[in-house]
Structure formats: structure tokens, C-alpha cells
């Protein structure tokens, strides 16, 4: 019988062949998740393509500062995320804790602006429905925008609630003092997770935010 | 999964990078470039991509060849879904819109989407 590692599976042989396993099927699952959001995107680049006039007017509607701020929001919790990631690898656990604190952070102010905006648009009766009033031309292709707005936002503002939920259990861990140098394959995987949706938002500012911006 | 642990100021510097092209996308957007605004924002957002994956997803420092695979990967099928997707819509018979839509505001320029 060989030693028991702490943490260590016992399909693997060692903690660094685990962390390599993990890192990897992360890395499969985000390629599905880039399959997921391209369908949407795709299917977005077609109806702005039709309704180019109705989607300039939608994106107008939006406000600019609100999805600069997210965007800079998130950047920033990137940023943070990755010096959890450096300070468990070097192992401080202050840092571990701090970092994660600032990222967790940065995520609820996000959804708070994304809150902030929603209810903004439902008062304005923008929400596709029964209820929907675009004043313009676009009375009725105006719904298409903000379908894609809706449904677009709100798949990554679902990501952004499981990542938080994913870093409150990274922030237990780290309290505990679980993480090693050796053992800390949890904080990298789910830094890819938060990252991912970093990169999804990346492309969701220009589409939604700044179409036809200069008219 | 790096195997090197990256500096803090290589992160620092990716943050500022990725600061700065935040505001720049926004700053064009009020520039009229015609077709080149679209290039333009989807161009900032694909290097702001590009640094995301390389220095805080670690791709550069990975010595697990394997996750190049698994990203080319998912970039490709997107390629594939995109392209197979718009060469459709580009090429194939209209698509009549559901009754109300054209009657009342006739916006697309797309000739697929207007009724016969």
C-alpha cells in the first residue's frame, strides 16, 4: 500500500496528474460553453443583419456607461481572480482570501448594474411581450433586439451567479488553509470558469452596446 | 496548470492593456467609420480575448500541449457553425416573416427576410 496524499483521488497516481485531468476537463467543458453562447451569437449576427435599423435604435436605448462600467467591472475581477490563482500557487493564504473577497466582490457589483438596467428597461416596457412600447419605427422589430439583450445577458449573468456561488466555495477552502503549493487545482480550474465568462461579456459590450453609437 | 508561476506585473500589465482597449472601443464607437466600426469593435474584442486566454487562463505557459487542441477545437466547431449557418441564410429561398412584422415596419434591408 502506498501513502495516502491528502486530496488525492484515488484513479490518480499523483496530485500533479489530478490538477492536469481537472485543468483539462475544464478546458472540454469551456468548449462546449463556446458552443453555446456562439449559437446565440450567431443567430444575433443574422437578425442584425436583417433589422439593422431596428437593433441601432435598441442599442442606443441602452446605456453606454452602465456596459463600460460592467466591462471595467469585470476586467478588473479577472485581474483579481488570476492574484488568487498566483496566491495559491505561492501559497499565501491572506492573499487567497483577499483576492477571492475582490473577485467576489467585483461579480455582485456587476450584477448589481445588470439589476440596475433591467429594471430600467422593464419600466420603460422594452421587455418582449404584451406589454412592449418602442417608440420610433421599430415598434415591433425593436422586440428582436431586446430578445437577444435578454437572453444574452441573462445566460451570462446566470454564469456570473454560479461563478460567485463556485468562489464562496473556493473562500471556505481557503479559510480552511486547504490550499498548498501542490494541492491547489480547485482555485485554477474555476479561475478558467471565471475568466471564460470575463471573455463571453468581452464580446457582449461592443454587440450590444455600441451598435451604430456615432449616429 | 502553468508549471511557471507568472509575475504580477506581467498580470498588472495585461489589466492595463485590457483597461485601456475597453475605452477605446468605446471611444471609436462614436467615430463614423462606416463598415469599418464593426471591424473595428470585433477586432479590440478578439485581441482583448487574446489576452484573457494567454496570460490569465495561462495558455502561453501550459507544458500541456493538449489544451491547444481542446481550444482550437472549440474555435473551430464555432467557425463551422457560423459559416454553415450564414451561407444558408445568405443563399437559400426568403424566409417570410410571421404576418405582422412587415406590414407595419418594413426595416430589414435583407432581401431574404422581405416577403415575396
Given at each position: 500500500m502506498t501513502e495516502s496524499i491528502a486530496g488525492l483521488e484515488h484513479q490518480f497516481e499523483t496530485l500533479e496528474q489530478q490538477h492536469e485531468a481537472g485543468w483539462l476537463g475544464m478546458w472540454a467543458f469551456l468548449a462546449t460553453e463556446i458552443m453555446f453562447f456562439g449559437g446565440m451569437f450567431t443567430g444575433y449576427v443574422i437578425y442584425r443583419w436583417a433589422y439593422f435599423g431596428a437593433f441601432a435604435a435598441g442599442s442606443k436605448d441602452l446605456e453606454i456607461w452602465a456596459g463600460t462600467l460592467n466591462t471595467l467591472v469585470l476586467i478588473c475581477s479577472s485581474f483579481t481572480m488570476v492574484l488568487a490563482v498566483h496566491a495559491a500557487e505561492t501559497g499565501e493564504r491572506r492573499g487567497q482570501i483577499g483576492f477571492l473577497?475582490?473577485?467576489?466582490?467585483?461579480?455582485?457589483?456587476?450584477?448589481?448594474?445588470?439589476?440596475?438596467?433591467?429594471?430600467?428597461?422593464?419600466?420603460?416596457?422594452?421587455?418582449?411581450?404584451?406589454?412592449?412600447?418602442?417608440?420610433?419605427?421599430?415598434?415591433?422589430?425593436?422586440?428582436?433586439?431586446?430578445?437577444?439583450?435578454?437572453?444574452?445577458?441573462?445566460?451570462?449573468?446566470?454564469?456570473?451567479?454560479?461563478?460567485?456561488?463556485?468562489?464562496?466555495?473556493?473562500?471556505?477552502?481557503?479559510?480552511?488553509?486547504?490550499?498548498?503549493?501542490?494541492?491547489?487545482?480547485?482555485?485554477?480550474?474555476?479561475?478558467?470558469?471565471?475568466?471564460?465568462?470575463?471573455?463571453?461579456?468581452?464580446?457582449?459590450?461592443?454587440?450590444?452596446?455600441?451598435?451604430?453609437?456615432?449616429? | 496548470m502553468s508549471g511557471v508561476t507568472v509575475s504580477r506585473k506581467t498580470y498588472a500589465g495585461v489589466w492595463g492593456s485590457l483597461v485601456v482597449l475597453t475605452l477605446l472601443t468605446a471611444g471609436i464607437a462614436y467615430l463614423d467609420l462606416g463598415v469599418l466600426n464593426p471591424v473595428a469593435?470585433?477586432?479590440?474584442?478578439?485581441?482583448?480575448?487574446?489576452?484573457?486566454?494567454?496570460?490569465?487562463?495561462?495558455?502561453?505557459?501550459?507544458?500541456?500541449?493538449?489544451?491547444?487542441?481542446?481550444?482550437?477545437?472549440?474555435?473551430?466547431?464555432?467557425?463551422?457553425?457560423?459559416?454553415?449557418t450564414w451561407t444558408d441564410v445568405i443563399t437559400r429561398h426568403p424566409i417570410v416573416p410571421p404576418p405582422p412584422w412587415p406590414a407595419n415596419d418594413v426595416t430589414s434591408h435583407m432581401s431574404i427576410f422581405k416577403a415575396k
Open positions: 473577497l475582490a473577485t467576489m466582490f467585483l461579480g455582485t457589483v456587476f450584477l448589481g448594474v445588470k439589476g440596475y438596467e433591467w429594471t430600467t428597461l422593464f419600466r420603460d416596457h422594452h421587455v418582449p411581450g404584451i406589454g412592449f412600447h418602442f417608440s420610433g419605427p421599430y415598434q415591433n422589430t425593436a422586440q428582436i433586439f431586446f430578445s437577444f439583450y435578454f437572453a444574452l445577458t441573462g445566460m451570462h449573468a446566470l454564469h456570473m451567479v454560479v461563478g460567485v456561488g463556485l468562489l464562496t466555495f473556493l473562500l471556505v477552502k481557503a479559510w480552511r488553509a486547504e490550499f498548498t503549493p501542490a494541492h491547489h487545482a480547485a482555485v485554477d480550474i474555476i479561475g478558467l470558469y471565471w475568466h471564460f465568462v470575463d471573455i463571453v461579456w468581452i464580446f457582449l459590450f461592443p454587440l450590444l452596446y455600441l451598435v451604430d453609437r456615432h449616429r | 469593435a470585433i477586432t479590440i474584442a478578439v485581441i482583448k480575448m487574446a489576452l484573457v486566454a494567454l496570460f490569465f487562463m495561462h495558455l502561453r505557459y501550459t507544458r500541456i500541449r493538449l489544451t491547444y487542441v481542446f481550444t482550437a477545437a472549440g474555435l473551430l466547431w464555432l467557425a463551422l457553425l457560423m459559416a454553415f
